[in-house]
């Protein structure tokens, strides 16, 4: 098994940044991707950005693509989401996600394999 636990989420103005930190425990895999996903009050939890342990390679959802950056510290098994010029449509439960034997990056909740509980963040405007 595996376990995420999310930190970072809170409060903050329009345009302003935080930081979202996962840290991950339990069962290793020598080839996994690290996404965050988000949900906000009504709708489908949706991708926000991905990471393959294996070579870096990302993948942003259009909406954040340029104000959000994944980062992943495998020695410390953690995976982070830098995120700027916040919008207030930006709020949502964000959550890291863990899934294995991809072979290629995927986007959809449901391929992932390990989830964490969630961090609020809210974007004021």
């Known amino acids: 098994q595996v376990q995420l636990e999310e930190s970072g989420g809170g409060l903050v103005q329009a345009g302003g940044s935080l930081r979202l930190s996962c840290a991950a425990s339990?069962?290793?895999?020598?080839?996994?991707?690290m996404g965050w996903f988000r949900q906000a009050p009504g709708k489908e939890r949706e991708f926000v950005a991905a990471?393959?342990?294996?070579?870096?390679?990302?993948f942003y959802a259009d909406s954040v693509k340029g104000r959000f950056a994944i980062s992943p510290d495998n020695a410390k098994k953690q995976v982070y989401l830098q995120m700027g010029s916040l919008k207030p449509e930006d709020t949502a439960v964000y959550y890291c996600?863990?899934?294995?034997?991809?072979?290629?990056?995927?986007?959809?909740?449901?391929?992932?394999?390990?989830w964490g509980q969630g961090t609020q963040v809210t974007v004021s405007s």
């Open positions: 996600a863990l899934g294995y034997n991809f072979k290629t990056i995927q986007t959809m909740p449901a391929d992932y394999d390990y």
């Open positions: 339990g069962r290793t895999f020598s080839s996994y991707v």
């Open positions: 990471v393959w342990n294996r070579d870096g390679r990302t």
